[in-house]
């Protein structure tokens, strides 16, 4: 079964960054579309970024284009999320997610394996 272990958040000022990393145990995730999801508090879970199994293609949320990269090691069986210039309304719980499916998206009912998060605050 696949296990999935968010790490990386943390407290950052407005502009600063943080690299979130999602490991991954139990399944290669060769074969896997992953996402980065973010829920902050009262809100519903959104989608931030997700990349096809193959890397292919890559989508953003538009709160995010510009600012955020997603990318994988299938060696190490991992799934980053590199967050620049961030702002105070990115603090949120984050998220990563896996699908079989091989397209990417941004809804949550789309994804079979979650992790169990990694808070973001952004505040100075």
């Known amino acids: 079964q696949l296990q999935l272990v968010e790490s990386g958040g943390g407290l950052v000022q407005p502009g600063g960054s943080l690299r979130l990393s999602c490991a991954a145990s139990?399944?290669?995730?060769?074969?896997?579309?992953m996402g980065w999801f973010r829920q902050a508090p009262g809100k519903e879970r959104e989608g931030v970024s997700c990349?096809?199994?193959?890397?292919?293609?890559?989508n953003y949320a538009d709160s995010v284009k510009g600012r955020f990269t997603i990318s994988r090691d299938n060696a190490k069986n991992t799934v980053y999320l590199e967050m620049n210039s961030l702002k105070p309304e990115d603090t949120a719980v984050y998220f990563c997610?896996?699908?079989?499916?091989?397209?990417?998206?941004?809804?949550?009912?789309?994804?079979?394996?979650w992790g169990q998060g990694t808070q973001v605050t952004v505040s100075s």
């Open positions: 997610a896996a699908r079989t499916g091989y397209y990417c998206s941004d809804v949550p009912h789309d994804f079979g394996s």
């Open positions: 139990g399944r290669t995730l060769d074969y896997y579309t």
């Open positions: 990349i096809m199994s193959s890397g292919g293609r890559i």
